[in-house]
């Protein structure tokens, strides 16, 4: 039983993501699938959660329409990239929704919470709680004035919304003011013993479980680490309307937190995939004889090896997982991956910009998978990998033995007669094809992916060494030899290269033709399918626009994310008096060499206004212009002249200024509302 972690359906999968809980778990089960074992793998989006509420409020939409955009954008880059999920569901569904909610009422049945009341940041305008997201103010830290409920991203502090000096709603901008409610707690520290002897021993209920050294050390650091801390209650509930509800009657307007809520969502999809195929999902999750493993990224572990393994070990009948091998982070051109910043390759993005080079991108990750540190993807590695060992290594290896083969035998595998495995290939073919599988099964991708290639150094290594096209003049029966053995040479790279690099297996399957029988092994005389190049180089322009592209875009959603000032009524704009008046005479503040001393008629009156714009605009440029002038605004002597007014300016990020007059002449004194 195999899961991938559910992305969040509030944006397009990024390559971090794919090479954190995805490319990995795709091999790895291709890999089982190889090997003839009977595995389920699932995944889908996770649909639910305050983000996708704030997200839907920005865009003036709803939520349903939110996770629908994503959900289809993420499953059909997912499909396109060839990632082979046996099920893509979502935590939307109806099933999902069943599921959870007895997964919860197990759970209460079973004693597994404390409800528990406590005093929260309520919105009286808007009608609900506020989540840790819809509370801003400032932070007690750094005194950044906009950091967040739970977090400031200014200096990084973790936070807890009383904490917050000034708070307000970000949803009416008022002062919240704190009211009580009750949730559903998980009392963790009731668990404290067993989970310990779990995670440091691998021993479950007093018998060995799993195999401790299996797991990464940066997993159990984590899970050390929060343990020793001491496990703490915390909330499986949320007053929110977006989500499974909570299925009692004092739930009433609160739904399942989102960390309760995903987890079962591999539950809900096992079960869906199962209908489907015929098949029982308790076999899966609630037999001995299954193991459950989880593809994760770093920031969910102690989510997946602490507070689901509760979770599954309160309900009862449940697997607990045998291991939770998470990827560290990738970076990307020297920075972190940022989705509200547009630093990130977008998956969808790469699919339509470079058509045709998934396996191209799917060996790079693997080659740099973060799988025990933080690892860094660049164009200019990229760009070095593919041509340099796509390319020149196990293109051209591949593209010899068959040219060749096509010119001097017609297109069919040669037959030689002697057929003892020269010495240079025996090891090749007597140990890789299991260092591969043993890399894999230790969740070792990059060091299988480098296993995988050494078929095609070899081989390259062996041609150049025997040089048939030279031998040809002289020994045929030698050419035979070399090129059936090449031939067996791109056999076993089809069936190393199967779970890494599946496209390039199939087209190479594809090339052997009738060369290669059912069972992968090659057939003396069969002639050769069509041949054609296995990768194309990567040109500099394509590398070019894609680091162009890293520093041109920043932000399609930083309009979205842009600090508004707290919201007003009506009837307070309504006290603005702003009006058209022209302006008619323009002088220096003596003085001050920012200002300048401006008359301007609005209506039957002629205003002193004192404006700093002295560095923008020379004092003969602007008479009879036509400006907005807010007049209510109480005057101010300002270097000895009294300003009874304000000049209304656009000022870009630069600094740079712009009137904002009207579009056409208009009568001055004509009010502005
Ligand atoms: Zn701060």
Redesign the pocket.
Known sequence: MITSALPYANGPLHIGHVAGAYLNADIYVRHLRALGKDVVWVCGSDEHGAAITIRAQKEGTDPKSIVDRYHALIKDSFERFGISFDIYHRTSSELHKETAQAYFLELEKNGSFEVKTTEQYYDAKAGMFLADRYIQGT?P??Q?PS?YGDQ?E??G?SLSPTELIDPRSTLSGEKPELKETSHWFLPMERHEGWIKEWIEKGILDGKPHHDIDQWKKHVMGQCKAWLDSGLHSRAMTRDLDWGVPVPLEQGKNKVLYVWLDAPIGYISATKAYCEANGKDWKDYWQNDESQLIHFIGKDNIVFHCIIFPILLKEHGGYNLPVNVPANEFLNLEGDKISTSRNHAVWLHEYLDEMPGREEELRYVLTSIMPEVKDSEFTWDDYQARVNNELVAILGNFVNRCLVLTGKYFEGKVPEPSESETPEELKELFATNADEVSTAIQAYKFREAMQAAMMGARIGNKYLADTEPWKLIKTDEEGVKKILFESIRIIAHLIRVMGPLLPGTSEKLKGMLGEGLDAEGKVVKGGALGEVGLLFRKVEDEEITFQKEKLIKEPIAEEAAQMDVKAEIDFETFSKLDIRVGSILTAKPVEGADKLLHLEVKVGTETRQVVSGIAKHFKPEELPGKQVTVLLNLAPRKIRGVMSQGMILMAEDETGKLVFVGPESAIDDGSEVR
Do not use: E, I, L
Request: with cysteine; charged share 10%; proline share 0%.
């Open positions: 932070c830290n750094c950044n950091a400031c200014k200096c502090s």
